[in-house]
């Protein structure tokens, strides 16, 4: 496969045309509403030759023909070629080269991941399930590290510290991916540890209404030292920790969910590369 992975991201993604002549494939087949090449809007009605990009002066009839050309299906080209803004293609671009077996890898890691979240979202966390699956063990380990972190802020931040690292530490290692590597697929999956870690901290706060939970130091409530009491009574919440305990672990069901559908859109259009049927402009 010579060329097919770098025609993924050479190109911009190409726009929605605003007629497609299906009978033909002609210059006047496909019309542009954005150059193809450097995206400038405000292109000539009129595309047939010598029409060019008032920006960067491709020939819009040159590339219109290759463009209906390469594309096998009809329905593919017109569903694919709408028009993103250009976050939504920032967080789903992929690399110029796919390796086959990389991307069968990651498949299995997304399946993987998939089934563990599932696993973990049906834990009770009204019995604090979630302290008997392995992720726990990693997780308290940043939870503790986080108290000594923030103890010198004070003591209420140093108590919150233990919960905000363990949040915030997923979600470092996602935006480092996106923004460093530009590796949507390992943001996504730090987004999946997100919410496990959301999956977490649900038991600890629904428990700090009625403590039942045996704490890191073997006590239970007040008396083991437990964050979210001090956190509600000082915040005048402790009444609702049922509620938003049950509200946080919805919420980390959801981002996992969230993180899973993004990293399988990436792998299908990784697909799309490696096996020669990605559009030219993808």
């Not at 009978?23 to 400038?40: D, E, L, T």
């Not at 996106?178 to 706060?205: C, E, H, N």
């Not at 008396?223 to 946080?248: M, V």
Request: glycine share 12%; hydrophobic share 45%.
């Amino acid at each position: 496969m010579p060329s097919v992975g770098r025609t993924c991201a050479r190109w911009p993604r190409p726009t929605r045309p605003d007629r497609v002549d299906r009978r033909v494939s002609g210059p006047g087949a496909y019309r542009f509403s954005r150059c193809p090449k450097c995206g400038q809007r405000g292109l000539p009605a009129d595309q047939s030759l010598p029409a060019a990009c008032p920006t960067c002066g491709v020939i819009l009839a040159k590339v219109a023909p290759a463009r209906v050309a390469s594309v096998p299906h009809r329905g593919a080209q017109l569903s694919d070629a709408q028009d993103r803004p250009a976050w939504v293609e920032w967080l789903l671009q992929v690399p110029e080269r796919v390796d086959p077996l990389r991307w069968g890898l990651r498949l299995a890691l997304v399946l993987g991941l998939a089934l563990w979240g599932w696993f973990l979202v049906r834990l009770d966390y009204r019995e604090g399930g979630m302290g008997t699956s392995f992720l726990h063990g990693p997780l308290l380990v940043f939870h503790e590290a986080g108290h000594v972190l923030f103890s010198p802020f004070g003591e209420w931040i140093a108590v919150l510290g233990g919960t905000l690292t363990q949040l915030l530490l997923p979600a470092l290692i996602a935006a480092a991916f996106l923004w460093k590597q530009r590796d949507p697929f390992g943001a996504a999956v730090g987004l999946w540890l997100l919410g496990a870690s959301l999956l977490d901290v649900a038991p600890y706060m629904y428990d700090a209404l009625e403590p039942q939970l045996t704490l890191l130091g073997g006590g239970i409530g007040e008396e083991g030292g437990h964050d979210w009491i001090y956190l509600f009574e000082s915040l005048g919440l402790r009444g609702q920790a049922q509620w938003i305990g049950a509200l946080t672990h919805k919420l980390g069901a959801l981002v996992i969910l969230l993180a899973l559908s993004w990293a399988g859109t990436l792998l299908w259009r990784q697909r799309r590369c490696f096996s020669g049927q990605a559009l030219r402009g993808e």
